[in-house]
């Protein structure tokens, strides 16, 4: 239940520890996590329904700030206007939206201290965050996109329950659910580079193929699944026929020298016949 309260304090904002709704007046509310994150809700009345409108994470607005956003949405409530209910739903349109791709991928892993090794120590990804709900067993990771880390590119979550994965690792017919996970790295020499540091861990390199797209190592992750670590070719090689290039493999040597020979003479894919 919320707290009543004659108005908030900055020093209370600040040192507010138990989880709860702390009410400032209003309909503006502090909410304390469980974790101990702290953010801004505007609770208000719309259409006959209680509504809670998110105005931010407390370290990124302090209290009077937070007052200046909740007066605006209650001006706005007052004349039965809401963010996040609109007077009226969008037009469906007659397709889905395409998206933009693939934002994150969550998978489950048995023994997250493993798996967070190989995904750390072993491709390189940087953690960004954790569950504090999750006592962190899930763990959130990042690529580097320019310099910059994402919120989350991968995330771990422990669940013990999953089965050992068989002794040897196949591209098809395993009994997990996810065949292999691709891992982009930013160019050729990169590739290559990361490809002597797993031979120098002594990672087993499952298969070495040049795709029409695509050239690539797979490895496998502790939990049985793929991982495709990859450099895409330019778009002039592929883009003109996707199905050509997907069509196209050209297996390679795993052992020895031989499996870091790279040619760059890329076959070109034209355009697909009608």
Not at 28 to 37: N, P
Not at 86 to 109: D, K, R, S, Y
Request: a neutral charge; aromatic letters at 10%; charged letters at 25%.
């Amino acid at each position: 239940m919320a707290r009543r309260a004659a108005g908030l304090t900055a020093r209370q904002v600040e040192t507010l520890r138990n989880p709860g709704m702390y009410a400032d007046g209003g309909g503006l509310y502090l909410r304390v996590a469980d974790g101990g994150s702290k953010a801004w809700i505007f609770r208000f009345m719309l259409g006959g329904r209680r509504r809670d409108m998110g105005l931010g994470a407390a370290d990124l607005f302090p209290l009077a700030q937070a007052r200046t956003r909740a007066l605006e949405a209650r001006r706005l409530a007052a004349d039965g206007i809401s963010s996040i209910a609109p007077a009226a739903p969008p037009e469906a349109p007659a397709e889905p939206v395409t998206p933009g791709g693939i934002n994150h991928l969550v998978i489950n892993v048995r023994d997250i201290e493993e798996s967070h090794k190989f995904w750390t120590e072993m491709l390189g990804f940087k953690q960004v965050g954790y569950s504090k709900r999750r006592q962190g067993k899930m763990r959130f990771y990042s690529g580097d996109h320019n310099g910059r880390m994402n919120h989350h590119d991968i995330a771990l979550c422990e669940n013990p329950n999953l089965p050992k994965p068989p002794a040897e690792w196949a591209m098809f017919d395993m009994p997990v659910a996810i065949n292999h996970i691709a891992i982009t790295l930013p160019n050729r020499e990169a590739w290559l580079k990361q490809l002597a540091y797993l031979r120098a861990k002594g990672v087993k390199f499952q298969n070495r193929i040049n795709h029409g797209m695509t050239h690539s190592l797979y490895i496998v992750d502790p939990n049985g699944y793929g991982v495709e670590v990859l450099y895409e070719l330019p778009r002039e090689v592929w883009g003109d026929n996707i199905q050509g290039a997907i069509d196209y493999a050209e297996r390679l040597p795993t052992e020895g020298d031989e499996a870091f020979v790279d040619d760059t003479d890329y076959p070109h894919f034209g355009a697909a016949k009608a």
